[in-house]
């Protein structure tokens, strides 16, 4: 007499379950696998990666650097203007240090960066200082960039002299150096001077124009090839108005310090 | 052939057959495979650890500059706050203490230090001041040996320009040591 289980098996194929077993597991996986891909879980087969979640965390601190930015062009901008002696005095510290002082320039052709000197002329700038007392005395950076708009826009014969004094009195003023540990030579005094770019366009009154990189009227930056790859620099703007009734506007291109440079605990 | 074997196999009392046990190894692996899923599934969603120290540490460098309990000008009379332009006379281990929590998870040092020019024309001691001195110099070895994992300290640092009241420009140093 045949059981119903032997029945069963009966209609079974030869490895122990049928066609519609087959379908059922197929259908069973194909069932899990769009659980999986619509809860979007990649971590579900490689596991939890922290790693990208701390270098999302990274770039939202990177961000943060533009908070230092903003902060750093405003107190630019309200930094008081020193006296003449102590303005001509950090003038004539920068001439004698002026051919420590690299930056780097991109070859067109190639596309690499490459070093160059700094081109500085103190003592243009210290000339045209001396002519035009107005444009520092009892101001802060922000009149005296205001300043330098009405010489610039009224005399053209002195827009190269009005350059070079915004360059060597930016330099002057914020410039910054890292104790590099380099043995003293003629090349070297110890550190790596810097200076993040700021510009100045006289000639954008709209703010809201897209920037035109190439055509800011006064421009300064010292960036030695040491300064550029680590971390994304960041752009913080600034416009100020002019005695003309137009505006200013003054970009500080951030290039946060390398950490190696940063203080220690 | 194969129901051949399969009676070879089969026992004694004929109560189990080899296609039936090979049906179940299919069973077998797929409840495997089955749990497996359901195991990573729950485990994506438990997050063991994620370091949010430089975040925090970013905000609470720049928080000092932009509170009015903190070291940046502050004129009560208007109740304006001036971000970039330091008071001098706020620059204090005391008046950062009201910055911190009752048990701060990190702490920071500021130092103010002269722009580079100045350094070198005339040079100036630098002037600290701390969220919590006493905790920092504890955490202060802990940080400078940069042990990694639990119990540890992992320092963050920033250089920023600011304006001191009296119009002159400074260098802020800034460290926070954050615990691991």
Same mark, same amino acid.
């Given at each position: 007499?045949?059981?119903?289980?032997?029945?069963?098996?009966?209609?079974?194929?030869?490895?122990?379950?049928?066609?519609?077993?087959?379908?059922?597991?197929?259908?069973?996986?194909?069932?899990?696998?769009?659980?999986?891909?619509?809860?979007?879980?990649?971590?579900?087969?490689?596991?939890?990666?922290?790693? &990208?979640?701390?270098?999302?965390?990274?770039?939202?601190?990177?961000?943060?650097?533009?908070?230092?930015?903003?902060?750093?062009?405003?107190?630019?901008?309200?930094?008081?203007?020193?006296?003449?002696?102590?303005?001509?005095?950090?003038?004539?510290?920068?001439?004698?240090?002026?051919?420590?002082?690299?930056?780097?320039?991109?070859?067109?052709?190639?596309?690499?960066?490459?070093?160059?000197?700094?081109?500085?002329?103190?003592?243009?700038?210290?000339?045209?200082?001396?002519?035009?007392?107005?444009?520092?005395?009892?101001?802060?950076?922000?009149?005296?960039?205001?300043?330098?708009?009405?010489?610039?826009?009224?005399?053209? &014969?002195?827009?190269?002299?009005?350059?070079?004094?915004?360059?060597?009195?930016?330099?002057?003023?914020?410039?910054?150096?890292?104790?590099?540990?380099?043995?003293?030579?003629?090349?070297?005094?110890?550190?790596?001077?810097?200076?993040?770019?700021?510009?100045?366009?006289?000639?954008?009154?709209?703010?809201?124009?897209?920037?035109?990189?190439?055509?800011?009227?006064?421009?300064?930056?010292?960036?030695?090839?040491?300064?550029?790859?680590?971390?994304?620099?960041?752009?913080?703007?600034?416009?100020?108005?002019?005695?003309?009734?137009?505006?200013?506007?003054?970009?500080?291109?951030?290039?946060?310090?390398?950490?190696?440079?940063?203080?220690?605990? | 052939?194969?129901?051949?074997?399969?009676?070879?196999?089969? @026992?004694?009392?004929?109560?189990?057959?080899?296609?039936?046990?090979?049906?179940?190894?299919?069973?077998?692996?797929?409840?495997?495979?089955?749990?497996?899923?359901?195991?990573?599934?729950?485990?994506?969603?438990?997050?063991?650890?994620?370091?949010? *120290?430089?975040?925090?540490? @970013?905000?609470?460098?720049?928080?000092?500059?932009?509170?009015?309990?903190?070291?940046?000008?502050?004129?009560? =009379?208007?109740?304006?706050?001036?971000?970039?332009?330091?008071?001098?006379?706020?620059? =204090?281990?005391?008046?950062?203490?009201?910055?911190?929590?009752?048990?701060?998870?990190?702490?920071?040092?500021?130092?103010?230090?002269?722009?580079?020019?100045? #350094?070198?024309?005339?040079?100036?001691?630098?002037?600290?001041?701390?969220?919590?001195?006493?905790?920092?110099?504890?955490?202060?070895?802990? *940080?400078?040996?940069? *042990?990694?994992?639990?119990?540890?300290? =992992?320092?963050?640092?920033?250089?920023? #320009?600011?304006?001191? *009241?009296?119009?002159?420009?400074?260098?802020?140093?800034?460290?926070?040591?954050?615990?691991?």
């Amino acid at each position: 007499m045949k059981t119903a289980n032997h029945f069963n098996k009966s209609k079974r194929g030869q490895f122990g379950f049928d066609l519609a077993d087959i379908f059922s597991y197929i259908g069973y996986f194909i069932v899990v696998l769009i659980i999986i891909i619509i809860l979007n879980i990649p971590s579900c087969l490689t596991g939890i990666d922290t790693k &990208k979640a701390d270098s999302k965390l990274q770039e939202k601190a990177d961000s943060m650097a533009l908070v230092s930015a903003d902060t750093q062009i405003a107190s630019y901008l309200r930094t008081q203007m020193p006296e003449r002696t102590e303005l001509f005095a950090k003038l004539d510290w920068l001439e004698q240090h002026k051919n420590f002082l690299r930056t780097s320039v991109v070859d067109p052709e190639t596309g690499i960066t490459l070093p160059a000197e700094v081109k500085l002329d103190v003592g243009q700038a210290k000339a045209f200082l001396n002519s035009h007392p107005d444009v520092y005395a009892d101001k802060d950076y922000s009149g005296f960039i205001s300043s330098l708009q009405a010489v610039y826009a009224a005399e053209k &014969k002195e827009q190269n002299n009005v350059k070079m004094a915004f360059k060597a009195v930016t330099t002057a003023l914020f410039i910054r150096g890292f104790s590099n540990g380099k043995k003293l030579d003629k090349n070297n005094d110890g550190y790596t001077y810097y200076l993040s770019p700021v510009s100045v366009d006289f000639q954008n009154s709209n703010p809201g124009e897209s920037g035109r990189d190439s055509d800011y009227d006064l421009s300064v930056e010292i960036l030695p090839g040491e300064m550029l790859p680590e971390r994304t620099p960041v752009q913080s703007i600034q416009v100020i108005p002019l005695a003309d009734l137009t505006l200013a506007k003054i970009r500080l291109t951030y290039h946060p310090e390398r950490s190696s440079w940063l203080p220690q605990p | 052939m194969v129901s051949k074997l399969g009676s070879l196999l089969r @026992n004694k009392k004929g109560d189990s057959t080899p296609d039936e046990m090979i049906g179940w190894i299919h069973r077998s692996v797929f409840t495997v495979i089955v749990a497996l899923t359901t195991y990573f599934i729950i485990r994506a969603f438990i997050v063991t650890s994620i370091q949010v *120290a430089p975040i925090e540490a @970013n905000v609470l460098m720049s928080y000092p500059h932009i509170h009015k309990d903190g070291f940046s000008k502050f004129d009560s =009379t208007i109740g304006r706050l001036y971000p970039g332009v330091m008071d001098t006379s706020r620059f =204090t281990t005391g008046q950062l203490k009201l910055l911190k929590g009752e048990k701060p998870s990190i702490v920071g040092r500021f130092a103010r230090n002269q722009t580079i020019i100045d #350094y070198h024309l005339k040079k100036e001691e630098p002037v600290y001041a701390y969220t919590d001195f006493d905790r920092y110099k504890l955490w202060q070895p802990l *940080a400078q040996s940069k *042990a990694k994992g639990e119990g540890g300290k =992992t320092p963050y640092a920033e250089l920023r #320009y600011v304006t001191l *009241a009296d119009g002159r420009g400074a260098i802020i140093e800034t460290v926070m040591i954050a615990s691991n």
